[in-house]
């Protein structure tokens, strides 16, 4: 990556393009999988776990890939953004895993997702107040019902304001690149598991140690029926704390993996 010059224009544009082609392709094959799995297949093990009545909306589908495609290329240009501010020595990632040792790369993965948790739970309450909402925010509410192709339905104003929280977190918080693709990816799929509109967690996991701080399909459904409630990207803790879980969300699991 360093033998190449991402200051000139043409480098930085190939860059790009490439970088594009990786969110289109992980975003389509991720949302794809979830599609194929839970509205094709649609194994009779997870009927009684969908949230809403399967739908094949394919106006909505259309919509949805559309604002998605265009997420990509924002992502994409942060992505390369990054990428030369890391050449520019800029940044704090590095190469060589013995610099901080095998320890730090889970450390580092989870502090960073706990800053963009942070960073998304307060810029998402923002985003519903009336006039945020209706500028930048309702395309995305637009899918009422969610499906796996909502993972990146954003308006491009809420897009950048997205793409924003890895590039500033490189900034100070030391990270192996290839964790900073780990955390990527887990957006991704978290993200579409949450949108899935089929609450894929076994019974009880609510309950769990871990998984009273997890988000899933059922928990970020209400926010798209109540809007005012479940503001969380990853975990549950912000709202938990600030009092904006919804209070439908425990009987709603329970109601969701009662036969599992």
């Known amino acids: 990556m360093h033998q190449f010059d991402f200051t000139d224009p043409l480098n930085f544009l190939v860059l790009t393009g490439l970088m594009f082609l990786t969110v289109v392709f992980r975003y389509s094959l991720v949302a794809g999988i979830f599609y194929l799995v839970f509205y094709v297949i649609d194994p009779v093990d997870f009927r009684s776990r969908k949230i809403f009545p399967a739908q094949k909306n394919t106006a909505q589908f259309r919509s949805e890939i559309f604002w998605s495609t265009f997420t990509s290329l924002l992502f994409a240009l942060a992505g390369a953004g990054m990428v030369l501010m890391w050449q520019k020595g800029y940044t704090a990632i590095y190469e060589n895993i013995e610099d901080y040792g095998w320890w730090w790369i889970p450390v580092s993965f989870l502090i960073a997702a706990l800053i ?15 006039k945020i909402y209706r500028l930048i925010h309702k395309v995305h509410h637009d899918s009422h019902i969610t499906s796996p192709w909502t993972s990146f339905s954003f308006h491009p104003g809420e897009g950048v304001l997205q793409s924003l929280v890895i590039p500033v977190i490189i900034l100070f918080l030391p990270m192996h690149y290839w964790t900073i693709v780990a955390l990527l990816t887990f957006m991704t799929i978290t993200s579409a598991i949450n949108h899935s509109n089929v609450e894929i967690y076994p019974k009880g996991f609510h309950k769990h140690w871990l998984g009273r701080w997890m988000i899933g399909a059922t928990h970020h459904s209400l926010h798209h029926t109540q809007y005012r409630f479940n503001y969380g990207l990853y975990f549950t803790f912000w709202d938990k704390w600030m009092k904006t879980e919804s209070d439908k969300y425990k009987s709603n699991f329970e109601k969701f993996t009662a036969l599992k």
Not at 116 to 130: A, D, F, I, K
């Open 116 to 130: 963009h948790e942070t960073y998304y739970y307060w810029l998402h309450r923002w985003m519903h107040r009336p």
